[in-house]
């Protein structure tokens, strides 16, 4: 298991801490410890892939970074910010000003084109990208007055990571972005996620249980049974366009 | 079948999760049933109550009035084929003095029932009948009595013919005669002012100069007996003896009230629930198919396991039953208790031993059988839409709906919408039945509170016009008599009286082929300025110099328009019978009345030229004197103050109206509620995930509120004008059904009423739109990561 700290040895300076950080659900009279105290580092600019099987706790924890839920127990910091003690309004303003999301089912709104899908939140943020500009990054630069019922699955899923990092986000955090799709969709839209962290730098961490993603990433995180059970640093990574499922 | 239990299990709990929006449409369920039950148990409770009250005091059938016949000319009417009953009464009209009370009081007095046989037998609520021989003992009639306080004991001052007569009351009486107690000419009763009296016929004869004489008549007639036969052989009777025309019970002022009043409460038992009902019915429509819509994966699941699309519509037709169960019986309850309390107002209003109260079960079952109909007929359409897809296409969610930039945008609008603007727009034209059923529910509660207001206003409104825009005369005289043309000069050289204008009422049948109508004709001196005719739009109508003046309402009934002729067979004097031309129309909301000029209609009778009636414009400062002096002449029978009528009228108004005013505003509150409430409730669950997507990513619980409150809210807003339309639509129905010969609502309605109604549906919106954003703090956040729709 990796040593906590706060500098990579690449020299990198941690967005993300949690030291020690446990969740129980109590779902009627059944407790579940979801995580069983997780110390992890998530570091500026880099692309980490959260590996683990169904139930190993990775959606938990990256709900907790994401100020979607709270710890039971440990710590959880985002640069300055005690996430574990922050109030809902905090939290709010916390995803608002620094997180995007990718959810596996892209969560479009139904009623807005693809441009103001994008613009839903750029409205909202300090210093937004265009949402044209964002949607040319994913490849999009066509499709943007369209509406979600027009565009395929790997083109919704396009617009949602143009619609997460519109607002240019200090982090980008993807659950199972590439779950429904097919394999080479699937291929386009983690390109599309290379391309962002590459272009821009945003730090990105991506929750699958598809191993054959772990080799794009700088860094893969395994998680077993609420907790890490072993990280691995790339020496190289491997280009989006080249992996196969 | 264990299956079924499994199921019945399952709509238990669904009813129980969902009771928030079952309350809600339970309750408008109930408002629908709890109207019909109101109406319709109160007219069976005033019909029932009626009936006994008419056979245990034996009800006249025949009515007649006339100047004076010697009593030996009853033996002729005893003899007239039919009759069973009769009695020959003498009815006098009287100035009473109640100590202690300023204001005029007038009366009648009439002699006693003959025997306990006799027609309009008395119904003694306290203290006794005077005894056989007892002089100046009288019983009054108890609305009266009451509203002056007057005991078995009570001393009052009447003035008969001129003379003053110090009475006793001896008791306390209902007659069928007055359950409806109103003094003839007013258009609502005044307890306080104005009270029937009887006494022994010897007293009366001898004070009002009628010894061995009578000037009324009651019969009763042997079932079977022809009517008009009877009334003709009477009027023949009667003829040579000053008789006006013998009228059936139908004419008689009292029950022709009660039956114009059950006749508008039967329009309003129609209109009012139906209203109502369609709402309610409307509401469960709109609310069970998007609950049922919901439903789908559910649905596919048993029927995946294997449960048939019966069993299934069984199920859903349960949780509407649970559903309809509640509202029935809130419904049932609410309404009965209504009708109970209303039926304690019309004890008030009619004078009756006891009110019999009836809920039949019928009507009962009736209410609930209708709106359990309308609520399966919604469960079904929706059940079996969605019962018939394959459980495979079931499971499977929906597709994204396809969307396109609404109508409004394409203006060029757009630009100035943020995208929760753009969201709204567009959500309300994508479903575009969804949100019409949304406008028009909130539309339809909005309209019956604006309806609720409409007899308030138009109740300001008729005072306003007939005692500030038509009526000038501070005092109104009239005469038990016909008077000569004389006392005009006399009566205005009374000291304080500023103006005095003659008028003259005699009773006419008035015909037009085979259309009569019986009523005053009226002779106004043309030029006159105390009592000015107004036209629909009122402007003043002048008396013309020949020829008639009909209210509109009455030219309808007889057929007529301005410049054919009619038929006037006058009921007086030589009853002469002319043709004359209608000139023009005059609005009224009272009465059916014919006017024309004085000196036309006295030339008519040649004999019997004089005056009925005056119109005095007294010096403020003066009135009392004024009035003391008119009392004290012979054949005044009667003085009106203006003043005083204004205010009576208020006291009696303003209670009952404001009752059902506010009985209208909370049932259209409830019904508000239940159609804000239940399509925000809906639009939440439907838009949940979309909703909570938007916090994820950023928005606060006020930005995402916005998107979903201000589709409703939009609607809503939009709803309120509507509303305004639909109601004024609803109140001119109302007003259109209710208009009868004794008088016509006009459809007023006024800012306040249109205030009140907005503020309502805006409460109703507020309200349920608080509910909506306090459970939008509650979404799941961290489902939507995981789950799709």
């Given at each position: 298991?990796?040593?906590?700290?706060?500098?990579?040895?690449?020299?990198?300076?941690?967005?993300?801490?949690?030291?020690?950080?446990?969740?129980?659900?109590?779902?009627?009279?059944?407790?579940?410890?979801?995580?069983?105290?997780?110390?992890?580092?998530?570091?500026?600019?880099?692309?980490?892939?959260?590996?683990?099987?169904?139930?190993?706790?990775?959606?938990?924890?990256?709900n907790i970074l994401g100020g979607l839920d709270t710890p039971t127990?440990?710590?959880?910091?985002?640069?300055?910010?005690?996430?574990?003690?922050?109030?809902?309004?905090?939290?709010?303003?916390?995803?608002?000003?620094?997180?995007?999301?990718?959810?596996?089912?892209?969560?479009?709104?139904?009623?807005?084109?693809?441009?103001?899908?994008?613009?839903?939140?750029?409205?909202?943020?300090?210093?937004?990208?265009?949402?044209?500009?964002?949607?040319?990054?994913?490849?999009?630069?066509?499709?943007?007055?369209?509406?979600?019922?027009?565009?395929?699955?790997?083109?919704?899923?396009?617009?949602?990571?143009?619609?997460?990092?519109?607002?240019?986000?200090?982090?980008?955090?993807?659950?199972?972005?590439?779950?429904?799709?097919?394999?080479?969709?699937?291929?386009?839209?983690?390109?599309?996620?290379?391309?962002?962290?590459?272009?821009?730098?945003?730090?990105?961490?991506?929750?699958?249980?598809?191993?054959?993603?772990?080799?794009?990433?700088?860094?893969?995180?395994?998680?077993?049974?609420?907790?890490?059970?072993?990280?691995?640093?790339?020496?190289?990574?491997?280009?989006?366009?080249?992996?196969?499922? | 079948?264990?299956?079924?239990?499994?199921?019945?299990?399952?709509?238990?709990?669904?009813?129980?999760?969902?009771?928030?929006?079952?309350?809600?449409?339970?309750?408008?369920?109930?408002?629908?049933?709890?109207?019909?039950?109101?109406?319709?148990?109160?007219?069976?409770?005033?019909?029932?109550?009626?009936?006994?009250?008419?056979?245990?005091?034996?009800?006249?059938?025949?009515?007649?009035?006339?100047?004076?016949?010697?009593?030996?000319?009853?033996?002729?009417?005893?003899?007239?084929?039919?009759?069973?009953?009769?009695?020959?009464?003498?009815?006098?009209?009287?100035?009473?003095?109640?100590?202690?009370?300023?204001?005029?009081?007038?009366?009648?007095?009439?002699?006693?029932?003959?025997?306990?046989?006799?027609?309009?037998?008395?119904?003694?609520?306290?203290?006794?009948?005077?005894?056989?021989?007892?002089?100046?003992?009288?019983?009054?009639?108890?609305?009266?009595?009451?509203?002056?306080?007057?005991?078995?004991?009570?001393?009052?001052?009447?003035?008969?013919?001129?003379?003053?007569?110090?009475?006793?009351?001896?008791?306390?009486?209902?007659?069928?005669?007055?359950?409806?107690?109103?003094?003839?000419?007013?258009?609502?009763?005044?307890?306080?002012?104005?009270?029937?009296?009887?006494?022994?016929?010897?007293?009366?004869?001898?004070?009002?100069?009628?010894?061995?004489?009578?000037?009324?008549?009651?019969?009763?007639?042997?079932?079977?007996?022809?009517?008009?036969?009877?009334?003709?052989?009477?009027?023949?009777?009667?003829?040579?003896?000053?008789?006006?025309?013998?009228?059936?019970?139908?004419?008689?002022?009292?029950?022709?009230?009660?039956?114009?009043?059950?006749?508008?409460?039967?329009?309003?038992?129609?209109?009012?629930?139906?209203?109502?009902?369609?709402?309610?019915?409307?509401?469960?429509?709109?609310?069970?198919s998007r609950l049922i819509l919901q439903q789908r994966m559910p649905?596919?699941?048993?029927?995946?396991?294997?449960?048939?699309?019966?069993?299934?519509?069984?199920?859903?037709?349960?949780?509407?039953?649970?559903?309809?169960?509640?509202?029935?019986?809130?419904?049932?309850?609410?309404?009965?208790?209504?009708?109970?309390?209303?039926?304690?107002?019309?004890?008030?209003?009619?004078?009756?031993?006891?009110?019999?109260?009836?809920?039949?079960?019928?009507?009962?079952?009736?209410?609930?059988?209708?709106?359990?109909?309308?609520?399966?007929?919604?469960?079904?359409?929706?059940?079996?839409?969605?019962?018939?897809?394959?459980?495979?296409?079931?499971?499977?969610?929906?597709?994204?709906?396809?969307?396109?930039?609404?109508?409004?945008?394409?203006?060029?609008?757009?630009?100035?919408?943020?995208?929760?603007?753009?969201?709204?727009?567009?959500?309300?034209?994508?479903?575009?039945?969804?949100?019409?059923?949304?406008?028009?529910?909130?539309?339809?509660?909005?309209?019956?509170?604006?309806?609720?207001?409409?007899?308030?206003?138009?109740?300001?409104?008729?005072?306003?016009?007939?005692?500030?825009?038509?009526?000038?005369?501070?005092?109104?005289v009239t005469f038990s008599d016909v008077a000569p043309e004389r006392?005009?000069?006399?009566?205005?050289?009374?000291?304080?009286?500023?103006?005095?204008?003659?008028?003259?009422?005699?009773?006419?049948?008035?015909?037009?082929?085979?259309?009569?109508?019986?009523?005053?004709?009226?002779?106004?001196?043309?030029?006159?300025?105390?009592?000015?005719?107004?036209?629909?739009?009122?402007?003043?109508?002048?008396?013309?110099?020949?020829?008639?003046?009909?209210?509109?309402?009455?030219?309808?009934?007889?057929?007529?328009?301005?410049?054919?002729?009619?038929?006037?067979?006058?009921?007086?004097?030589?009853?002469?019978?002319?043709?004359?031309?209608?000139?023009?129309?005059?609005?009224?909301?009272?009465?059916?009345?014919?006017?024309?000029?004085?000196?036309?209609?006295?030339?008519?009778?040649?004999?019997?030229?004089?005056?009925?009636?005056?119109?005095?414009?007294?010096?403020?400062?003066?009135?009392?004197?004024?009035?003391?002096?008119?009392?004290?002449?012979?054949?005044?029978?009667?003085?009106?103050?203006?003043?005083?009528?204004?205010?009576?009228?208020?006291?009696?108004?303003?209670?009952?109206?404001?009752?059902?005013?506010?009985?209208?505003?909370?049932?259209?509150?409830?019904?508000?509620?239940?159609?804000?409430?239940?399509?925000?409730?809906?639009?939440?669950?439907?838009?949940?995930?979309?909703?909570?997507?938007?916090?994820?990513?950023?928005?606060?619980?006020?930005?995402?509120?916005?998107?979903?409150?201000?589709?409703?809210?939009?609607?809503?807003?939009?709803?309120?004008?509507?509303?305004?339309?639909?109601?004024?639509?609803?109140?001119?129905?109302?007003?259109?059904?209710?208009?009868?010969?004794?008088?016509?609502?006009?459809?007023?309605?006024?800012?306040?009423?249109?205030?009140?109604?907005?503020?309502?549906?805006?409460?109703?919106?507020?309200?349920?739109?608080?509910?909506?954003?306090?459970?939008?703090?509650?979404?799941?956040?961290?489902?939507?990561?995981?789950?799709?729709?």
């Amino acid at each position: 298991m990796a040593a906590p700290r706060e500098i990579s040895e690449t020299g990198a300076r941690a967005v993300f801490r949690t030291r020690g950080l446990r969740k129980t659900y109590v779902v009627g009279e059944v407790s579940i410890e979801a995580l069983r105290g997780i110390d992890l580092d998530l570091y500026t600019g880099e692309f980490a892939v959260l590996l683990g099987a169904s139930g190993s706790g990775k959606s938990t924890l990256l709900n907790i970074l994401g100020g979607l839920d709270t710890p039971t127990s440990g710590t959880v910091h985002y640069a300055d910010h005690d996430l574990g003690q922050a109030s809902d309004a905090e939290l709010t303003r916390f995803r608002r000003e620094h997180v995007g999301f990718v959810f596996q089912f892209y969560n479009l709104i139904a009623s807005l084109t693809a441009r103001e899908n994008v613009a839903i939140v750029t409205e909202i943020a300090e210093r937004p990208l265009a949402p044209e500009r964002a949607l040319k990054i994913v490849g999009l630069a066509d499709r943007m007055d369209h509406f979600p019922a027009q565009l395929s699955g790997g083109e919704q899923q396009r617009v949602a990571i143009a619609r997460a990092i519109a607002k240019n986000p200090d982090v980008l955090l993807c659950d199972e972005p590439t779950g429904a799709l097919d394999s080479e969709t699937g291929i386009l839209v983690l390109d599309a996620l290379e391309k962002v962290n590459r272009d821009l730098g945003t730090t990105t961490a991506v929750i699958t249980h598809n191993v054959v993603i772990a080799d794009m990433a700088d860094r893969v995180i395994r998680l077993s049974d609420g907790r890490i059970v072993g990280v691995t640093r790339n020496v190289s990574r491997r280009p989006a366009r080249e992996l196969r499922w | 079948m264990v299956s079924l239990s499994m199921l019945d299990r399952k709509w238990l709990r669904e009813l129980w999760q969902m009771r928030g929006q079952a309350l809600a449409i339970a309750l408008v369920i109930a408002s629908g049933i709890a109207t019909y039950i109101l109406s319709r148990s109160t007219i069976d409770s005033l019909t029932y109550t009626q009936e006994q009250f008419y056979a245990d005091t034996h009800f006249a059938d025949v009515f007649a009035s006339l100047k004076r016949a010697p009593l030996a000319v009853a033996a002729r009417i005893r003899e007239i084929p039919g009759v069973v009953r009769a009695d020959m009464r003498v009815a006098a009209p009287v100035n009473l003095d109640v100590p202690g009370f300023a204001d005029p009081v007038s009366g009648l007095l009439l002699t006693l029932p003959e025997s306990a046989t006799a027609p309009n037998q008395l119904y003694l609520r306290a203290g006794r009948l005077p005894a056989p021989d007892e002089d100046a003992a009288v019983v009054a009639n108890e609305s009266f009595a009451e509203a002056q306080g007057l005991k078995p004991g009570a001393r009052i001052a009447a003035t008969i013919n001129g003379r003053r007569k110090l009475l006793t009351v001896t008791g306390v009486v209902l007659s069928p005669e007055y359950v409806y107690l109103i003094r003839p000419g007013d258009f609502f009763p005044d307890y306080k002012r104005y009270g029937i009296l009887w006494m022994n016929r010897e007293s009366l004869s001898a004070a009002y100069g009628m010894d061995g004489a009578f000037n009324d008549v009651a019969l009763t007639l042997a079932p079977g007996a022809r009517l008009p036969e009877v009334i003709s052989r009477l009027d023949a009777v009667l003829e040579p003896w000053g008789g006006i025309g013998a009228i059936g019970r139908e004419d008689q002022a009292s029950h022709h009230y009660l039956s114009e009043e059950i006749k508008q409460l039967r329009a309003q038992a129609t209109i009012v629930p139906l209203i109502f009902m369609s709402v309610a019915a409307f509401l469960l429509n709109v609310v069970i198919s998007r609950l049922i819509l919901q439903q789908r994966m559910p649905m596919a699941i048993l029927k995946a396991f294997g449960y048939s699309n019966t069993a299934i519509t069984l199920h859903y037709l349960k949780l509407v039953t649970g559903i309809v169960f509640v509202g029935g019986v809130v419904g049932v309850a609410a309404g009965g208790w209504l009708a109970h309390g209303l039926s304690g107002i019309y004890a008030e209003f009619f004078r009756y031993p006891d009110m019999h109260f009836v809920l039949r079960p019928g009507v009962a079952l009736s209410a609930v059988g209708v709106s359990a109909l309308v609520a399966y007929l919604g469960t079904l359409n929706s059940v079996l839409r969605a019962s018939r897809l394959a459980p495979a296409q079931a499971l499977h969610p929906e597709a994204p709906p396809l969307f396109r930039e609404s109508l409004l945008e394409r203006t060029g609008i757009k630009q100035f919408l943020s995208q929760g603007g753009r969201m709204i727009l567009r959500n309300i034209s994508r479903h575009p039945v969804k949100s019409g059923l949304t406008l028009t529910g909130v539309a339809l509660s909005c309209a019956i509170v604006t309806m609720g207001g409409l007899f308030n206003d138009a109740v300001n409104y008729m005072v306003d016009v007939q005692f500030n825009r038509s009526q000038h005369a501070d005092l109104i005289v009239t005469f038990s008599d016909v008077a000569p043309e004389r006392t005009v000069s006399e009566l205005r050289s009374l000291s304080g009286v500023t103006m005095a204008e003659p008028l003259r009422a005699v009773p006419v049948r008035l015909r037009n082929g085979y259309r009569t109508y019986r009523t005053a004709l009226q002779g106004y001196m043309p030029g006159g300025r105390l009592n000015d005719l107004l036209d629909a739009d009122l402007r003043k109508v002048r008396v013309p110099p020949t020829g008639v003046l009909l209210t509109d309402f009455l030219a309808r009934r007889l057929g007529v328009v301005p410049g054919e002729f009619i038929t006037a067979e006058v009921l007086e004097a030589s009853r002469p019978v002319a043709r004359v031309q209608v000139v023009g129309l005059v609005r009224e909301f009272a009465g059916m009345n014919a006017y024309m000029s004085l000196d036309v209609l006295n030339r008519l009778l040649p004999d019997d030229r004089g005056v009925s009636g005056m119109f005095l414009k007294v010096q403020p400062d003066r009135l009392q004197q004024v009035y003391a002096a008119l009392k004290q002449r012979p054949k005044v029978a009667g003085v009106t103050i203006r003043a005083v009528a204004m205010r009576s009228f208020h006291e009696l108004m303003a209670e009952n109206i404001l009752i059902y005013a506010a009985v209208m505003l909370v049932l259209a509150g409830t019904i508000a509620v239940g159609v804000v409430y239940n399509s925000t409730r809906v639009a939440l669950s439907e838009r949940a995930f979309e909703l909570a997507t938007l916090r994820v990513l950023g928005l606060t619980h006020r930005e995402i509120a916005y998107i979903l409150l201000g589709e409703t809210g939009l609607l809503t807003l939009l709803a309120i004008p509507t509303g305004f339309l639909i109601g004024y639509g609803f109140s001119a129905y109302i007003a259109y059904s209710l208009a009868s010969t004794l008088y016509r609502v006009p459809v007023v309605i006024e800012p306040p009423t249109l205030g009140r109604a907005a503020l309502v549906i805006v409460l109703a919106g507020a309200a349920s739109s608080l509910y909506i954003y306090h459970r939008l703090g509650r979404l799941d956040l961290v489902a939507v990561l995981k789950t799709r729709e």
